[in-house]
């Protein structure tokens, strides 16, 4: 997730052909690495406004609000800290408030 974003689409489109909805949302939309850190929060470090965006997008067509608030949004890692929290951290809060805002949506 760390760079290539044509990869990631490319991944998504190989997951929707092969994977089950369910094994999508555990595996790629909500998955955590050996810190507790799913690709949401990954992007929202890295400041990767494109696979944020997707992920959003994704996000909203496979789990309901309560997993995207829950797990996606405000999801915790081992420390506590949330995509939030690292976000401000690193200076890229503006693409979390962009795709936050969409929560009054769902």
């Given at each position: 997730?760390r760079?290539?974003?044509?990869?990631?689409?490319?991944?998504?489109?190989?997951?929707?052909?092969?994977?089950?909805?369910?094994?999508?949302?555990?595996?790629?939309?909500?998955?955590?690495?050996k810190k507790?850190m799913?690709a949401?929060r990954?992007?929202?470090?890295?400041?990767?406004?494109?696979?944020?965006?997707?992920?959003?997008?994704?996000?909203?067509?496979?789990?309901?609000?309560?997993?995207?608030?829950?797990?996606?949004?405000?999801?915790?890692?081992?420390?506590?800290?949330?995509?939030?929290?690292?976000?401000?951290?690193?200076?890229?809060?503006?693409?979390?408030?962009?795709?936050?805002?969409?929560?009054?949506?769902?």
């Open positions: 997730m760079g290539n974003s044509e990869i990631f689409k490319k991944l998504w489109e190989w997951a929707k052909e092969n994977l089950t909805p369910e094994e999508i949302n555990n595996i790629l939309l909500l998955s955590t690495d507790g799913t949401w990954i992007a929202a470090e890295e400041g990767n406004s494109e696979i944020l965006q997707k992920l959003w997008e994704w996000a909203k067509e496979n789990l309901t609000p309560e997993k995207i608030n829950n797990k996606l949004l405000l999801g915790t890692v081992k420390y506590g800290t949330t995509a939030w929290h690292v976000a401000a951290e690193e200076g890229n809060s503006e693409i979390l408030q962009n795709h936050g805002s969409g929560l009054k949506r769902i």
